[in-house]
């Protein structure tokens, strides 16, 4: 069967097809639009913004996935799209083009949580069949932190998040007091590779008794170091930028490992635009020679937002049959787990 994926919960306008053969994924295509260039000049971004930019992209995008994966559209099995969480005026624009194709193909519709694709996102490159449970997943994006243990596809638990700020968030709030541009994430970890002295900054809730995280604190924390010093060269910008991320590093593996030695998985999952951290990626792949047991990563272009991990954890909405009716699919901006 043959899925068509729609994503444009937050500034990318994203469309796959994903061919499902013996519950095996083939992904036949995927084309993203991102917007980034038209927010980084407001520092972030702006929603009504990226609404209205989704809206002359959407269809194109469709159109080229069709075309690089070689099919008709009458061809597709179903149509799968975001409903939440993120954006509405975002989230609109892809729910009522998949509302208006599932009406006119007569195919079925699908709902997906964008946090369920991120969670399912390292089996577009790894075997389903690796996914033994209980799992545990970290997801770390821009507008996420979360841990979740995983008894089975689709039955989920929250068991930390963050009480602020999410990871990408305090990477890309760094990163505008360090004078980079938006979204700060890769800016820092390539002028952390720079540095020869990393600032020590805090590592906030490393202590806590929990499976929660904080990251608002250490972020004031850079704020007052940079206010303490008289210039901000570009090593002492590469200094400050290695101390953030040790710090954020040190806490995500150190609230994962207690999470791992607290409910023993089979599996562990990441996922989320953070994961494209190079250093992140490093320290996760010893932890999982240490303690041998699968921690599965998704490939660097399934890490930020993209439709081709909405299409693969529609398909276990589609065993379900857990169609939406076009007339009743609705943004939740807020959607949850
Ligand atoms: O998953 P994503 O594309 O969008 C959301 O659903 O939020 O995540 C975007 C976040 C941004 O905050 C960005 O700065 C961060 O992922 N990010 C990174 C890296 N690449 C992207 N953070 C740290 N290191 C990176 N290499
Ligand atoms: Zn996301």
Redesign the pocket.
Known sequence: MIILGIET??D?TSSAILQIKQEKFFLLSQTTYSQIQDHKKYGGVIPEMAARLHVPKILPVIQKSLDDANINIQQINAIAVTNGPGLVPSLIVGIHTARILSILLEKPLIAVN?LEG?LLSPFLNHNIEKLKTPALCLII????TELILINKINEYKIIGRTRDD????A??KVAKLLGLPY????Y??KLAEEATEPINFPKPLIKSNDFDFSFSGLKTAVLYYIQQQKTLNDKLKANISAGFQNSVVQVLLHKLKKAINFYKPKTILLG???I???VLRQELIKLEKKIQIPILLPELKF???NAAMIALASYFKYKRKEFTQPEKIKAIPTLTL
Request: with cysteine; charged share 15%; glycine share 26%.
């Open positions: 919960s937050c990318e964008h991120h994006s821009g507008g996420h999410a990871v990408g968030e990477f890309d979204p700060g994430g890769p820092i970890s989320g635009g953070v494209a951290n190079k890490c930020g937002d």
